[in-house]
């Protein structure tokens, strides 16, 4: 099974950037798709970002044009850049790799956006 270790959390002025790093311990085209979630407190689980073994990704409408999702294949790694922060955004973030109906999640991020 395919590990998966986020990084790259942080606390960051409302405006900046953050670059979150989700790093496999195989190759992550096992997996059919990609995602980050995130979920704040008092708040459910949210997909916010998703990319495809071929390269689709979709957004969803809190975080599209502000956060991009990538991937790097020789480094086994999925990227969510995060741009134009706000305090809205504080959440505890987490990668996700599916296969069919399996998951396996990372141990999550921690991002803090203060104003």
């Known amino acids: 099974q395919v590990d998966l270790v986020e990084s790259g959390g942080g606390s960051v002025q409302a405006g900046g950037s953050l670059t979150l790093s989700c790093a496999a311990s195989?190759?992550?085209?096992?997996?059919?798709?990609m995602a980050w979630s995130r979920q704040a407190p008092g708040y459910e689980r949210e997909l916010i970002a998703s990319?495809?073994?071929?390269?689709?990704?979709t957004y969803a409408d809190s975080v599209k044009d502000r956060f991009t999702i990538s991937r790097d294949p020789a480094a086994n790694t999925v990227y969510l850049r995060m741009d134009s922060l706000k305090p809205e955004d504080t959440a505890t973030y987490f990668c996700?790799?599916?296969?069919?109906?399996?998951?396996?999640w990372g141990q999550g991020t921690q991002v803090t956006v203060f104003s």
């Open positions: 195989g190759n992550i085209f096992e997996f059919n798709d």
């Open positions: 996700r790799g599916r296969i069919l109906s399996r998951s396996v």
């Open positions: 990319i495809n073994v071929g390269g689709r990704v």
